[in-house]
Structures are given as structure tokens and as C-alpha cells.
């Protein structure tokens, strides 16, 4: 089993067919698929890479991931995604967590990447020009190698590596195998009826599971077209459904706010035969609000990335506002309280999940790895209930996780930064309700005695040293955090103290 047995499967049976339009270039599965084995061969060879070794690809949404993912796959080695916005601390803690014997990145992403990681036996850089003891991309897989066959693997061996946020605020490896990607690319195909035909439209991250896996690998595996772009920018996206005919369209619920907003673009959707979304709630007036405007329904899912991505899906049959659906093939979703126990429909609890999507386990983590996986079944945090029909709803998330247009931020690791700054005594960071972005990162902050400061320039601090959507968009100074007598700060009180400031359904744009 590899999960790249299926661009191998489509370059035999669609040849000749568009896997890739990027930027007017159109790649087709022959070539792609020509352009994985070169690459792999030469990886290799150059850097004696084999089963199981860990290969950092730190690329933004072009063509060069795609064939450097299936490269390290066919070879057996282990894909870790880096988002392309972490800086250049959070780019070391990464690769040295994950250990990393190989980096892939992009030319411009040079400035991130810090100059000594132990585990490191090579950097591969995607550009023009690289920097001397540095290997160009464009050398590496344009050059001849011995080619090498392809690596057949157990369905439980290490495939992929995404990075999600720890309870410490630091961010723990989800080790994915062949065998979930395998099993939740045929189930995501199955469900959103994806065939050669469609055309799919992606400027969703692909270092992000919902790209990697719920796009581009179902993709390949059904032998459709990836439609990719670098980023969501409305005109780009119109435009390129109109020119390049696109029929599947996937997007975050903040994308659909910005899209309700927009007028006169209904007769670009006209090639769009389906909506989706996932990774964050979808608000039911939005759900709404586009059915009536496009005459179509924007089906949801519901998962993390511990679960590869995709858990649930409202519906094959019979689409339920407001719901995530039913668990999707061969999985199984209940909901238990504190002591694990199934609770009767209609009931609160938190969402457990079991299946072949469930991952094999945080990298390195067994501590964190045995508190969310018991007798097979992964608990995700989240709270939600279960209706009489089998139905799921999201009700609220038992962390305090924030999540910005789909991205995780962990209040912790944005405090620790609010507290490098000079005039910063204590903070702390929740999630504020906006229009667009779903949640946005606020911070209440108390400062030391004499020292003053501006919320600008405290954002700015924070953009300087995190990625930018981990920042806070809204500062607040303050004479006191809310603690408990154990000193313990109450983010609860400041959540409820904001949403005490707001009228119901208002948010800050």
C-alpha cells in the first residue's frame, strides 16, 4: 500500500489528461507522474533517503509540492507540511521535533529556515537561483538518476506528518499512515461523488490537511484536475472557474462570508456543480444565505486533522442544515461524557471518533498520544450533540483553541510572544467573533509600572515573530487579568466579559 499508487493508477488510465493547471501551465498525469519518479530516484540517490525518513516540505500551493509530496512518498519516506507563514523559530522547532533528514522549500522561504538543524542532510530549494550549499530543485529533478521501484508499504507505515497545536502550546507531529490517507481519499470520493470528469479549484494550503488530503489527494485518486492556485483571491478564482470550467469548489466558511458579499458573481459559479466546507462551523445564515442565491447547498464535513482529515458529512441523502452530517463510511462517531461513557441522542458531550482515519499517534509524543486515544477511539475535545436520526452538531469546542478562517492558534503560544515585549507584564489571548475570518485573536494585556505602549505596535511585535494569523488583530489594555485563587488566568471571564460587550449576532470587521 502507498498512497502514491494512485497517481501512478491515473498516469496509466488518463495519460494524456490535465493533473495540474497552475498559472496557464497544464501538467498532465504522464508528466507528472515521469516528474515524481525523477525526483524520488534522485532523492534517493542524492541523499540516501529510505523508508521512513522524515522530508520537511516548506512550499507554498505550486506545482513543485505535489511532485516533491508523491517523491517522498514513493521513495517511503514520511512528508512533514510546514506552513509557509511560521517564521524562523517556529520553522526550527518543527524540524527539529519532527527530526528531519531533508528540506524542500522555496527560494524566498530561505530567510525562515535557520542555519543549523542536526537532523538536516540537505536543503532542496524551488527558484531561479539558490545560495551555495544549497541543492536546486530545478538541477535535482531535471537531472537522470537510477530509478529505483517504488516503495510497498504496510497500511499502518508513516506517510505524513501535519502539524497541529499541543496543550503546552507548543505543536505536536500527527502522524498519518498509508492506510488513513488511503481509506479517507476513497471515502471522500465516494461521498462528494468526485470522478475524472470535475475539475477542482485549490488555493486552500496545501501543507494543510484539508488541502493535502480532502483535495489534492482525492484528486489523484479519482484522476480529476487540480485547478491550483497560490492563494484566495477573488478576481484570480472567478476568472479561472470561468476559463478553466471548474465543478468543484472548496472553501472555509469565512471564504463564503467574503463571496456573499461580493455582487454580480453568480454567473461565474455557473460551472460549479459543488460546495463544500469544513474546518470551522459553518453559521446557518450563511449556509442559507447561499442555497437561496446559487440554488445549491454547501455540503459540510466535520474532522481534524487526527482524523485525516474527514470524520463526518451532511449528507448523501438528505442535507441538514446546520448539521455535520453522519460519520462517513467504515467510521464510527459517538458522544461520551467525562468518564467515556455513550451518551442517549440530544445529550452534550464531547465527540469521539474511531475508524481507519483515526491517526497512528502524535510524533514522538506517547503521553499526549495515549490521552486522546482510548480503546481505539480518538477523543477530539470538541463538544457536540447527536439527534435522534444520527445527525451531528457542533455546539462548542472544550478547548480554547481559536481558529482563523480555518487555521488553529493556540492562546498559550501567542502569550509567550506578548510576553517578550519590554512593557508587557501579563496577557492573555482568546478568540473574538468576526465577520469574515470566523474568529480573530484578541489580547488582553496588563502592562508594568511606567511602561506604556500602543495596540499597533504591539501587533506589529507579534507579526514580526509569528506567523501573521497567529497575531492579534485586537489589543486590550487592562489593570488586571481575572484568576482563580490558584492564580490560574480566566479566559472564560474575559470571553464572557467581551461577548458582554457585544449585542447579539455583532461582530468586529
Known amino acids: ?106 527560494a524566498p522561504l530561505l530567510e525562515q529556515v535557520p542555519e543549523t538543524v542536526p537532523s538536516l542532510k540537505g536543503i532542496v530549494a524551488v527558484g531561479p537561483t539558490v545560495p551555495p550549499g544549497v541543492t536546486s530543485y530545478r538541477d535535482l529533478s531535471s537531472g537522470s538518476a537510477a530509478q529505483i521501484p517504488a516503495a510497498n508499504l504496510d497500511r499502518n507505515d508513516g506517510a505524513a506528518i501535519l502539524y497541529t497545536s499541543g496543550t503546552t502550546g507548543k505543536p505536536k507531529g500527527v502522524l498519518l499512515t498509508h492506510g488513513n490517507l488511503v481509506s479517507n481519499v476513497y471515502a471522500t470520493c465516494h461521498h462528494t461523488r468526485m470522478d475524472p470528469h470535475d475539475r477542482l479549484i485549490c488555493y486552500l494550503p496545501l501543507f494543510h490537511c484539508f488541502g493535502q488530503n480532502f483535495i489534492m489527494n482525492a484528486c489523484m485518486t479519482a484522476g480529476a484536475t487540480l485547478i491550483l492556485h497560490e492563494r484566495f483571491v477573488i478576481d484570480e478564482l472567478l476568472e479561472s472557474i470561468r476559463s478553466n470550467r471548474a465543478s468543484m469548489f472548496f472553501g472555509v466558511p469565512a471564504v463564503y462570508v467574503r463571496l456573499l458579499g461580493v455582487s454580480g458573481i453568480d454567473e461565474s459559479f455557473q460551472p460549479v456543480r459543488y460546495y463544500f466546507s469544513a474546518a470551522a462551523p459553518m453559521p446557518t445564515e450563511v449556509a442559507r444565505a447561499w442555497r437561496e442565491r446559487f440554488r445549491q447547498p454547501i455540503y459540510e464535513g466535520y474532522g481534524l486533522t487526527e482524523t485525516s482529515p474527514f470524520a463526518s458529512y451532511n449528507h448523501d441523502f438528505t442535507y441538514r442544515l446546520g448539521s455535520v452530517g453522519t460519520p462517513i463510511e467504515n ?73 482563523v478562517s480555518g487555521f488553529k492558534v493556540w492562546p498559550r503560544e501567542v502569550e509567550e510572544i506578548l510576553l517578550q515585549h519590554p512593557a508587557v507584564s501579563e496577557a492573555a489571548v482568546i478568540g473574538v467573533g468576526d465577520a469574515v475570518s470566523g474568529e480573530a485573536v484578541k489580547a488582553f494585556i496588563v502592562l508594568r509600572p511606567q511602561a506604556c505602549a500602543r495596540e499597533q505596535d504591539v501587533i506589529a511585535f507579534c507579526r514580526s515573530r509569528i506567523a501573521v494569523y497567529k497575531a492579534p488583530r485586537y489589543v486590550e489594555f487592562i489593570d488586571a487579568l481575572p484568576k482563580n485563587p490558584a492564580g490560574k488566568i480566566l479566559r472564560r471571564e474575559l470571553r464572557a466579559r467581551e461577548a458582554a460587550k457585544r449585542s447579539p449576532g455583532e461582530s468586529r470587521g
Open 1 to 106: 500500500m502507498n498512497i502514491f499508487d494512485s497517481l501512478r493508477r491515473a498516469s496509466i488510465h488518463f495519460p494524456g489528461k490535465e493533473a495540474i493547471v497552475f498559472k496557464g501551465a497544464r501538467i498532465s498525469y504522464a508528466d507528472l507522474y515521469a516528474q515524481v519518479c525523477r525526483l524520488s530516484a534522485a532523492l534517493a540517490e542524492r541523499f540516501k533517503l529510505s523508508k521512513g525518513d522524515r522530508v520537511a516540505l516548506f512550499l507554498p500551493n505550486v506545482p513543485e509540492f505535489v511532485v516533491s509530496y508523491y517523491a517522498v512518498e514513493r521513495a517511503g519516506a514520511i512528508a512533514v507540511s510546514l506552513n509557509v507563514m511560521l517564521k524562523r523559530d517556529e520553522v526550527d522547532f518543527v524540524l527539529n521535533d519532527a527530526e528531519a533528514k531533508l528540506l524542500i522549500t522555496a
Open 331 to 403: 467510521v464510527e462517531m459517538k458522544i461520551v461524557d467525562e468518564q467515556g461513557n455513550e451518551l442517549p441522542p440530544q445529550t452534550p458531550g464531547e465527540i469521539a471518533i474511531k475508524g481507519p482515519n483515526v491517526m497512528k499517534g502524535y510524533y514522538n509524543r506517547p503521553d499526549e498520544t495515549r490521552e486522546v486515544l482510548r480503546h481505539d477511539w480518538f477523543l477530539t475535545g470538541d463538544i457536540g450533540m447527536m439527534d435522534e436520526d444520527g445527525y451531528f452538531y457542533l455546539v462548542d469546542r472544550a478547548k480554547d483553541m481559536i481558529n
